[in-house]
């Protein structure tokens, strides 16, 4: 399977699927208390979607059907020591069996059909099949830099994440702990080092995610044996730090 072929998913979506107010009250919030009125804040809402209503150009957004599950699978592949082989890199798994793929997604506390979660993972590079029943783990990360289209689900979480860290505390009291966000850029660089720029901060970000994952996993907790998969534990909430390059128009 190509790993820039676009999935034969829905690109469109129900509203009630997901919760659009996540990304649209902190922003909304945050614009009102610089200062902008409803009506103006309104006026830019209508402006805006009057530039998207008009001739499709760009690529197509696509629902994938997960976000985060791709990551957790491959970080628990990378590091289970059940998963390894004997010299220590990820072991090439069949998808059923006592040590499989299926077990992995187990392990991770994943419902979801291992063939719907290999299929995924092989669009995208970062699993290939080696056989008729054994697939290998190719790429030690999740590339959602596909050229011909945008995955929503992603894409969508990431927007929410850096809209709540960049207007921490506007909307009402905050519930959550202090959110930070930081930030380097330079406008001296000529454009012609842009691309050696966005591979060099993008390989070395991978290398401090990696960092990051291990400190999460050190410290979660082992849900009780007969909890339901999928079931949040209690008294956790998701963390973790996203990254992203600065590159403005010309």
Not at 86 to 94: E, Y
Request: aromatic share 8%; glycine share 6%; with cysteine.
């Amino acid at each position: 399977m190509a790993g820039n072929a676009p999935p034969k998913l829905t690109t469109s979506v129900n509203s009630s699927d997901l919760n659009v107010s996540d990304l649209l009250i902190p922003i909304a919030e945050f614009l009102h208390r610089s200062g902008l009125s409803h009506a103006q804040l309104l006026a830019e809402w209508r402006s805006a979607l009057e530039h998207c209503s008009g001739p499709k150009k760009g690529v197509k957004v696509v629902h994938i059907g997960f976000d985060e599950l791709g990551v957790t699978v491959v970080s628990r592949w990378l590091r289970d020591p059940e998963y390894l082989n004997r010299v220590g890199r990820p072991d090439d798994l069949p998808i059923r069996g006592k040590r499989s793929f299926s077990t992995l997604l187990k392990s991770c506390r994943i419902e979801r059909p291992a063939s719907s979660v290999l299929s995924s993972l092989m669009r995208f590079g970062t699993v290939k099949r080696i056989s008729p029943d054994r697939y290998r783990l190719v790429r030690r990360s999740i590339n959602f830099a596909i050229p011909n289209y945008l995955p929503f689900e992603p894409n969508f979480q990431f927007l929410v994440d850096a809209a709540r860290a960049s207007t921490w505390g506007s909307a009402g009291a905050p519930k959550l702990p202090r959110l930070f966000w930081q930030n380097v850029a330079s406008s001296s660089v000529p454009n012609r080092h842009t691309a050696d720029f966005l591979r060099f901060a993008r390989d070395r970000g991978l290398t401090f995610m990696h960092e990051i994952n291990d400190w999460l996993e050190s410290h979660e907790e082992t849900p009780r044996p007969h909890a339901k998969l999928g079931k949040a534990l209690k008294g956790a909430r998701r963390l973790g730090v996203g990254l992203f390059g600065v590159c403005t128009p010309k």
